[in-house]
């Protein structure tokens, strides 16, 4: 695959590797050849959090496990590592304060086991805390050199984009990459999602990234195997003629369900109304992995992309 130069000068894999299991319930050998093969693709984006995966565990198992690859393989130099602060450990813990940003990004420095981090986010908006000293805080792990960019997560678009005129304005760096739910298949924008942050990406959205050219950084996006089996659709997403036209054109094409949804998404921004979506994906299994990443590969006409994007 080959990677993709984003405005903020990141170069990064049109497809980002979730770490998220990593180091629990996927295990140090399995993280590992999962890791390995992406290298060995072409693959260098590589997505985890201060807080992976502590309903499991401690919450430190996937930082300090790719922390370890990276030391093992001598390879940090090679990979652009996203990491996230803001979210709770355990029911503890959740905020942007300064003080809670500048000590979990030097714990995720100690985890990782680097002095940099390539891209920080904020893993979901805290309304409790000044939006200035959130932004404050950013900037001056960005003026010391343990942050290079800067990304939001589970942010409504107004607070995004409230977070980047705000940062402009006192000359701090704002969010250039933005990290959602979003999949091939439509979400049911009228029920509720199961958490508040968990919200799916609407249109409005994707024209304002569009218009911004701020990726999407896609997570969940291949649905928990949803386009292998339908009956893993997730309840509050749309199957239909949708799912069919996929899975039909995925048999036509002699690929799986789930290297076509992600050749979509690495494609969408060829349509009108849609940003630069990164699809970022985890799987325990390597040969699920592999196949998921060769839909970076995948050649589409636009005959292609506009039956799956109107179906
Ligand atoms: N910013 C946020 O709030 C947020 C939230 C959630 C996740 N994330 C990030 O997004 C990453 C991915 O999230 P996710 O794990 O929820 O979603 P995902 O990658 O879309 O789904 C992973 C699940 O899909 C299955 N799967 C993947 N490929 C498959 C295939 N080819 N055939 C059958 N099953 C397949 C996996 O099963 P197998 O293991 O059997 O392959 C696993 O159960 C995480 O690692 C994390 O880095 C971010």
Not at 29 to 35: F, G, R, T, V
Not at 138 to 164: C, Q
Not at 271 to 286: A, D, Q, T
């Amino acid at each position: 695959m080959n990677n993709i130069t984003l405005k903020n000068g990141l170069s990064v894999s049109p497809v980002c590797l979730g770490a998220m299991m990593f180091g629990s319930t996927t295990s140090k050998e399995d993280s590992y050849a999962i890791l390995d093969a992406f290298l060995d693709l072409g693959g260098n984006f590589i997505d985890t959090s201060n807080n992976y995966a502590h309903w499991i565990g401690t919450g430190d198992e996937s930082e300090t496990l790719l922390g370890q690859w990276m030391h093992d393989r001598g390879c940090r130099d090679k990979v652009i590592i996203g990491t996230k602060v803001g979210f709770d450990r355990k029911g503890i813990g959740a905020g942007l304060k300064k003080e809670q940003i500048e000590y979990w990004c030097d714990e995720s420095l100690r985890k990782l086991q680097t002095d940099y981090i390539d891209l920080y986010y904020a893993h979901t908006d805290d309304a409790d805390t000044p939006m200035e000293e959130t932004i404050e805080a950013f900037e001056s792990l960005v003026k010391k050199g343990k942050v290079r960019h800067l990304g939001g997560s589970n942010y409504d678009t107004w607070r995004f984009t409230e977070f980047n005129f705000t940062a402009r304005d006192k000359g701090c760096t704002p969010y250039t990459v933005m990290q959602q739910r979003f999949s091939y298949l439509d979400c049911r924008l009228d029920l509720k999602p199961n958490y508040i942050f968990n919200e799916n990406v609407g249109r409005e959205r994707l024209r304002y990234l569009e218009d911004k050219d701020i990726p999407l950084v896609a997570y969940s996006c291949l649905l928990r195997g949803a386009y292998e089996d339908a009956s893993r659709i997730p309840s509050n997403y749309i199957g239909g003629a949708r799912y069919d036209t996929l899975v039909n054109m995925a048999k036509e094409k002699g690929v799986s369900g789930s290297a076509l949804a992600v050749a979509w998404m690495c494609n969408a921004h060829r349509m009108k109304g849609f940003p630069r979506v990164i699809p970022l994906f985890s799987s325990s299994k390597l040969n699920h992995f592999i196949d998921n990443c060769s839909g970076a590969d995948i050649v589409l006409t636009d005959e292609e992309m506009t039956i799956l994007t109107n179906a």
